[in-house]
């Protein structure tokens, strides 16, 4: 079966809906089939990728460190729209801390997420076989 | 709903028998969990169990059992970062029966 390149786009806030828990593990099972996996985080979808966050109040599970697994499921380019971010008064350090191993640089961690502009995020969603809109 | 005794306490199981409640887990569970799939537990099994409850603790999931395969590798060793060594300890999948005995929710993705 040819590999094909699969986006996740991400546009909506973590709990509230079941949206981005439903991506996530869509995510954690498509990269257990060693598919071409990116994420994109735009709009409000930017909110799911803070630090610290703490669902106590909600009654939901905090789902979030497991997106630190991601790299364990070599999944290494996660996208993050900076005007999204900006729209919002964040930046790159108020987002967790995602990092894969480069096998080909003696396991050297590698930051996952790249910030990118709205028009390379264009470029980015142009270039993959399938995009999932979550 | 089933459920499994342990020293005298019922605790409740889904109908695939994994438990309901991983704050329920005991050693003593994981010993009855293990009979129920005909695993009897050494040292070596009590190795991936604890490292799948401590891998659960920091990332919420479950691991696929490749991702659990290279994790062991890197923490164990290589000698036990492979298919054929967690399945000679763990017969009907490393992924599926270790984290039954381990308390864990079975894993996402798992076929």
Known sequence: MATKKMLYLNRRAPYGSVYALESLEVVLIGAAFEQDVSLAFIDDGVFQLLKGQNTAAVGMKNFSPTYKALGDYDVRKIFVEKESLDARGLNRDDLLDLTYEDENEGYAEKDS?????????????????????? | MSSIEVAGK?????????????????????????AAENVNMTDAHW????????????????PAVRVLTKAIGKKLGPEKGNS????????????????????????????
């Open chain 1, 113 to 134: 997420i790249q910030v990118v502009s709205r028009a390379d995020m264009a470029g980015i969603i142009e270039q993959n076989d399938v995009v999932f809109s979550f």
């Open chain 2, 10 to 34: 019922m605790m409740e199981t889904d109908e695939e028998g994994y438990l309901l409640n991983l704050a329920e887990w005991t050693e003593d569970a994981a010993k009855v969990l293990a």
């Open chain 2, 47 to 62: 190795e991936v169990i604890n490292f799948l409850r401590e891998y659960y603790d920091e990332y919420q999931i479950a």
């Open chain 2, 84 to 111: 054929k060594y967690l399945y000679e300890l763990f017969p009907y999948g490393p992924a599926k029966q270790a984290c039954k005995i381990a308390g864990l929710p079975k894993p996402t993705g798992c076929v």
